[in-house]
């Protein structure tokens, strides 16, 4: 099976170690403490008349080790459904994830402005640099299985880079709010990755057909990862909003949107599925939807009872997507979508950016008296401009991770990563020193000889 | 396997839809945003000098997703052990807990008082519903593997109601404190549970016998479950306690009665146990018992000393329950009680109320200070009043939890749920997509060929 | 395999009830609520002016449950990755550790300093427990597979004991800083266990040698572990330095030391494994050593830059020594050091007190502002002089934890605590009642017969 094409003897140690250093030097050069984790200026603060507690630290630093675990935990175990691909869907995560966040404090500092030349870093700059991974895990989602470790880093240095300019126009030029990113980060990362499945298609991926579908402890360790996400994700769209009722109210609008999403996720799954039963694909990722949906609004007034039909709505359109949308995606457009993230972060990203650009346009002063002005980027404008400005996003976010999924999928395809044949997609084997290859049966399940039982018994 | 009685292509969508509306319609037409989640009232309260770290958000929440982390992965994955039912151990506690806490919101609202017409809802009713919400996955542990979803989300309808009811009788007339949950949420939800057992007893079980146990993997999955619970009892016990010391003292008391009732399980366990060995079951469960058994005397002043006691006696209780009890329950009382509820919850949360009835007796103001007054529901009357309260408390919710399981059972009973029949009991297969069941053994597991792993080594 | 030998019926329970019963009588005696936990106590505080807020638990609770999950979750999974040792992995794990944390609030209580006779105990004394538990967990992990319970919880006897000796000398004493832990943690838990691991030699253990491998499973299982570790790493090091900027930037150090080092590790495992493929046991490992290597620096102005430099260093020579140093050490040391601790906490503890030492001597009034006398023990002295008491520090943990190791393992060495013979090591049988262990081939996989499977699809 290994062979010199798939041999990463060379190729991945010099991709980690490059890019290890590039981003070490580039540290050295450009980034510092902020205000906050600096001795020297935290304690003039203090001596300022500021408490620790004002140090943005306690604001933020639970919901930032949520996201961490939605990151590393949730996505990570999330794609160990397939039977043959638990080691690459927990380690490539882990690769790539570990990466990502380097790289994107470096990209997000440059384009959300320097500081006298320096990049300033805080639990702030951490959080967004854990979403713009998570942009990256989406994508990755929609080549799992097709593509190797080398690919998936090359894919990060494009897809952080473009996320942060994305980023920058949505909130900063447009003027955008996006707490929880339904835009920035699923809507990107979906299209992006969908795009570049597009572009690798592999004509005979049914070779490995017999491998792109799970087992049963596969699919339970999958919903550590589905459980993880849904947990967390009232601290992920909360994370960065205003301290105060925002983060209360996002954290709570999410809570309700994901409990009804699981409702409906339930319902539509034994209507679609075979023979009235459920379906653990649905659940493990149509449950999720609902904090998709509300990473617009989910900050704003949007009430629970919004929530909850936002919610209601992302788990129907999510389960009706795997059932009859996915089939044609791959048919039709050539899309090989391997974990159905056109289901889980594409079709619901839209859906909250189109509930938040409506939510936004709705706010009067009378329902968020003073609480109105965070939300507008434009102070003498009406809220309905608001709502504008949030639609141009949705539609400048599509673009570019159209277009740049595009672009980076032609990269991808030059052959020289190491990418896995046809034959042997979906399987550890090639990329991972598997335990007990060589054993015995007995060394690898759980079965013993009756000798054995025997003797454990006596 | 499948045939119409347990076929739920139109029974669950209808349930799962129908509820969900209702909920849905109630919360438009009930549920409003408290002074700390509503924009314009929190920025009213800023405006008047508050700081946004007196948002209650920042004192709870933390503990909050540690609650919500035990009811999503402690009970989901606690319920893992059987061989054939993690998908809907974690399945059916993902939906019936999605459906209870939204339920929960509604009841607790109803009866804890309305304002104006209006149900507030902010981070402590988040709380409150989880914990609701754990009472019926502790119900749920008693019927595990026996009842169909659709029977599992009437339960909960009903449940959630009484224990709304119980809750505001123990709390707000009889004015007992009871902070985490030794009655109104462990003592409640065993009972409860166990009396729908008693009504639905199946004289056949046996056919199913062979399932009705664990694999090794399926045990590691259970661990999952215990320790998430037992790491994170402190915050379930002292989440919704007065902020500052009560929270405190709350959260370690918990955390030193644990770890002495870990130890008495481990030595109880090797003693009761075949051949000296020691046993999953004890392990998984009584090393729990600890948690429930200071629910209620957990934020008094029970000392280090005090919780360590209580914790070593619930362990040991619970080692017995299971060794003794049990087979007595199944055999003379038909009980059949699948996870042991009544050895985790039932005995350790009697304990709980008797301890913390006798602790709030003797409280006194030399102990207390100014921190008595918290405690006691009268001030004018002495702290053995407030005993006497606790007491009555435990009394009446045995009472409401008895005759509400009573009820639900023979609901339940009807025919028209697609519960499964006696020989597919404990079986994943009947209510779920299982992969793989037509795959050739290869695909099953980790076994390769010869030919197969001489290819990957080659 | 079951014989009088390692039968535990009589020497498990009397070792968990004897040392309980001794814990629950000292904390009667000497243990008291602290100033933040204590009603009476707190709400005086409160009465002279001091807000909820400033109790200690809202800095430090959210670090301690990630601290609690690296303990309970971290160390007990990491440990799974034997393939017929799950059970014994996370369930001693969970023993010595609920054990060790009790013992180590009374030795760390009476070492640090008795308040008028009495411990006191809050949110930081826990935290302190759990550090220590941590060691004692990473000596457990060199011998693992090739011990009894009832040799552990004497070794954690001893270990917790002497830890809290060392930590005494380094920290009040010597005056060093270490808040992570990278010598009173890392580096004596390793070289205690190490020793104790030499003096345990098992000439033939190599009849076990089948037994002391992975299976896929059980490396995911692992995974689990080493993920929470690896995530919740900037709250270990962060829980306990001085509010404020040092908790913050703490965090912020950790995170880009680990992200260099998963970089680094990746990197390294290609070169040396077979075939250029990745190796699980570097991945589990060595991605972990960039936390322990800051665990002594973190709180300094290290700069992210720094960080990632040490941590890039801690992940290569971790990798290395898995693949050069370990099979040395076993064979001409005669060391067997079943989980690589030397690798994942040795060598990296070592390189964090070196590291510790520089930065601490090369701190200035103009990096650190106000920020510099918290780090410095003697506000006279030079910055120089504290490098000197960290490097003593240093000196003076190897030595205690090489010649404590040593008699430890003389003692562990008598023939009366039911250890494993050298052909049944690295089994759960040995303690355990394993489940199907009689069971048929069916009830052990998820294999069916095509009857069943014809049945269930029928």
């Known amino acids: 099976m290994t062979n010199s094409a798939t041999n990463l003897r060379l190729k991945l140690p010099m991709a980690c170690i490059i890019l290890e250093v590039i981003i070490i030097i580039l540290f050295g050069a450009l980034v510092q403490y902020d205000d906050e984790t600096d001795a020297k200026l935290w304690h003039k603060e203090i001596a300022n008349g500021s408490s620790n507690y004002d140090n943005d630290f306690y604001y933020r630093y639970p919901s930032f080790q ?75 989602g929609a080549v799992l299985g097709k593509t190797s470790p080398v690919q998936l880093l090359v894919m990060s240095v494009i897809e952080v880079t473009l996320f942060a300019v994305n980023e920058f126009i949505v909130l900063s030029v447009l003027g955008a709010k996006d707490a929880g990113g339904s835009m920035t980060i699923h809507t990107f990362g979906a ?19 017999h491998k792109n579908c799970s087992v049963y ?37 999410t809570y309700y949107s994901l409990a009804a999403c699981t409702l409906a996720t339930y319902g539509l799954s034994a209507v679609v599925a075979h023979d009235g039963k459920l379906d653990m694909v649905h659940i493990q990722n149509a449950a999720l939807a609902g904090g998709v949906a509300v990473g617009t ?6 009430t629970p009872f ?11 359109i999510s389960v009706l997507g795997f059932k009859f949308l996915s089939p044609i995606l791959e048919q039709k457009l050539k899309i090989q979508d391997t974990c159905g993230v056109h289901n889980l972060h594409g079709m619901p990203g839209v859906l909250g950016a189109i509930v938040g650009a409506v939510t936004a346009a709705l706010a009067t002063k009378d329902v ?4 109105l ?20 996003s949705l539609a400048v976010t599509l673009g570019i991770a159209l277009l740049g999924g595009l672009i980076t999928g032609f990269i991808l395809k030059l052959p020289i990563y190491g990418a896995p044949p046809d034959t042997i997609c979906f399987e550890d084997g090639i990329y991972w020193e598997l335990p007990g290859e060589e054993g015995s049966h007995e060394e690898l399940t759980t079965v013993r000889t009756p000798d054995e039982a025997e003797k454990l018994n006596a």
């Open 66 to 140: 949520d996201v961490h675990v939605m990151i590393f935990i949730g996505f990570g175990f999330l794609m160990t459904f397939l039977q043959r691909y638990g080691f690459s869907s927990v380690g490539f995560n882990f690769l790539i994830a570990a990466f990502a966040l380097q790289w994107a404090t470096l990209m997000q500092g440059f384009v959300h402005g320097m500081h006298g030349g320096k990049i300033h870093v805080g639990i702030e700059s951490m959080i967004n640099a854990d979403f713009c991974t998570g942009s990256v895990l989406i994508s990755f």
């Open 297 to 302: 609004a989910g900050e704003m007034m949007l």
């Open 191 to 209: 299209y992006f990755g969908l795009m570049v499945a597009r572009v690798l298609y592999r004509p005979n991926l049914d070779k490995s057909k």
């Open 306 to 316: 919004g929530s909850m039909i936002v919610g209601f709505l992302a788990g129907t």
């Open 368 to 371: 968020y008296g003073d609480g």
């Open 217 to 253: 402890h596969s699919d339970l360790f999958a919903m550590i990862g589905t459980i993880y996400l849904w947990m967390f994700w009232p601290s992920f769209n909360s994370a960065v909003t205003a301290h105060g009722d925002d983060q209360h109210r996002t954290a709570m609008n």
């Open 373 to 392: 002005l965070p939300l507008l980027r434009n102070r003498q404008t009406p809220a309905s401009f608001q709502g504008i400005r949030q639609a141009i």
